[in-house]
């Protein structure tokens, strides 16, 4: 079974419609990626009726120019995010930490990433929580991830545990990866490289989750699951693109909306 990404985020964002919650995105540069990534995200505020004001800085803004950003918007928007990666001069932990905790909806804060650790409800970081609506009931699984980013695979790891997942991360120094992948019911591969993991690496029967978003040689877009040869082996899969990306813009509609809830309480 392909997992259709698209269409479940479609049943998402229909469940928000009329919210009218308010985001602010922050941009600095003009990295074509991330203006891709901000175009979307404005567009699927419009689908749903969530406004949303984008504030585009140059690339040669300094830190405090961020910050300032960030506390000017604070004033109207009910969830905000600054688009990452930042440029190298900007101190990428000063602009994170200046977002109020109850407005930071990609769960990037410390006090968030805090609540997640300990359990507490609250927002949580997209793309985990858009792999977690896709798997479902995760209670007793064997869940494997390759990759231990903050984004996603770290508290991926957190949000698995919640649901009572027997969980395993694994990363560039783990010895003999394919040994612990092979046992995976659950696999989540989020390591940025093209078609990185292959069938002999995969459990017959498995759930891979590919969260990979790559350039092959050849300029095509992939993941870092080898689609073909693993989707004939495996119980369901993500594709890429079409998987795991439109559940990521879902979750971050659905995070606004909450954000604009909590603080109405």
Known sequence: MIIDGKAIAAQVK???Q???????VIMVGDDPASSVYVRNKERACAEVDIQSCSRRLPATASTEEVIASIAELSAWADGILVQLPLPEHIDE????????????VDCFHPYNIGKLLTGETGLRPCTP???????GDVSGKRCVIVGRSNIVGKPLALMLLQAD??????????????????????????VGKPRFITADMVK???????????????????GDVAFEEVAAKVSAITPVPGGVGPMTVAMLLKNTVEAASYQKR
């Open 14 to 16: 229909a469940s928000l």
């Open 18 to 24: 009329g919210s009218n919650a308010k985001l602010a």
């Open 93 to 104: 932990k000063k602009v994170l930490g200046a977002i109020p905790p109850e407005k930071d």
């Open 129 to 135: 929580a858009g792999i977690l609506h896709l798997l």
């Open 165 to 190: 997942a027997t969980v395993t991360v694994c990363h560039s120094k783990t010895r003999d990866l394919a040994s612990y992948t092979r046992q995976a019911d659950v696999l989540i591969s989020a």
């Open 204 to 222: 017959a029967g498995a759930v891979v989750i590919d969260v990979g978003i790559n350039r092959d040689k050849n300029g095509k877009l992939c």
